[in-house]
């Protein structure tokens, strides 16, 4: 007999969030990203989070919603993006980033989940990433603080590879197109970026899912997040599902009647 992991309400699934917490979150950019459990933790308070995610969500949305109310001290991220306010932060001294390759960052959060403390790539060799030196944090007055350590180079089949540390976090927050109640998951299309590998690092794992079903109903080929990695689920309502904004849209004028006619 299997867990029902569904809980009442997104406030539910995060109330044990506490300060000082670490968070893997999942999705790129806007795509996929957890809503309505960035807006629980929001609401509950916790501060001094360490976040780990492919970027920190935009001015107002997101993840940049924990920024602007100085919830978040240190950040692991590939990029720093549309947010405004996570490079003022950044650039002022207020926050820590370690900028890290994107598909490091996703192996990183891979390998942490399947119980492997650290690999060796290329990505890097011969950059700061390998050398050290890259700002983590910056004083006010615009000098560095704090840099990244050198990584350990090692040759393997005649090709320079560097040391990584794989990435385990406290609790990890993704978003699911459809998940059953035993916290199997199905992401949609461009969601299906960091979801999982997020979702497998956080040694609890909270998902918001647009459709929840019985569990049993997933045809096992089309899983792409067994639910052994996911401890709760939370089932977004019709409304909720369907809020997705869009990063930056850009559309083409439509035509005239005379420019169809010609």
């Known amino acids: 007999m299997t867990v029902n992991k569904v809980v009442a309400s997104a406030h539910e699934a995060v109330a044990d969030i506490p300060d000082g917490a670490s968070l893997a979150v999942g999705g790129f950019g806007l795509s996929g990203i957890p809503w309505f459990l960035i807006d ?3 609401a509950g308070g916790a501060t001094g989070l360490t976040i780990v995610s ?3 969500g935009v001015d107002g949305g997101g993840l940049g919603l924990l920024l602007e109310s100085n919830r978040i001290i240190r950040v692991i991220a590939s990029y720093v993006g549309e947010n405004k306010e996570f490079a003022r932060q950044y650039l002022a001294g207020e926050l820590t980033v370690e900028l890290t ?3 490091t960052l996703a192996e990183r959060l891979r390998a942490g989940g399947s119980g492997i403390g650290a690999f060796f790539t290329p990505t890097g060799v011969g950059t700061l990433v390998a050398e050290g030196g890259l700002p983590w944090r ?3 007055d615009g000098s560095v603080a704090l840099a990244s350590p050198p990584k350990e180079v090692r040759t393997f089949g005649g090709r320079e590879m560097l040391l990584e540390e794989s990435i385990v976090t406290d609790f990890a927050l993704v978003r699911a197109a459809v998940a059953d109640t035993a916290g199997n998951c199905v992401f949609h299309a461009a969601a299906r970026n960091f979801n999982p590998p997020a979702a497998m690092a956080g ?3 909270i998902v918001e899912a647009e459709c929840v079903v019985a569990d049993g109903e997933l045809d096992p080929n089309s899983v792409h997040l067994p639910g052994i990695f996911v ?3 939370v089932a977004l309502t019709p ?3 369907a809020h997705k904004r ?6 083409r004028p439509r035509p005239t009647d005379d420019q169809e006619a010609r």
Do not use: F, I
């Open 138 to 140: 910056y004083h006010p």
């Open 54 to 56: 492919n970027n920190c």
């Open 203 to 205: 040694r609890t794992t």
């Open 231 to 233: 401890e709760r689920v």
């Open 40 to 42: 629980a933790v929001l």
């Open 246 to 251: 869009v990063e930056k849209l850009t559309t």
């Open 239 to 241: 409304e909720q599902a």
């Open 101 to 103: 390759p994107q598909g």
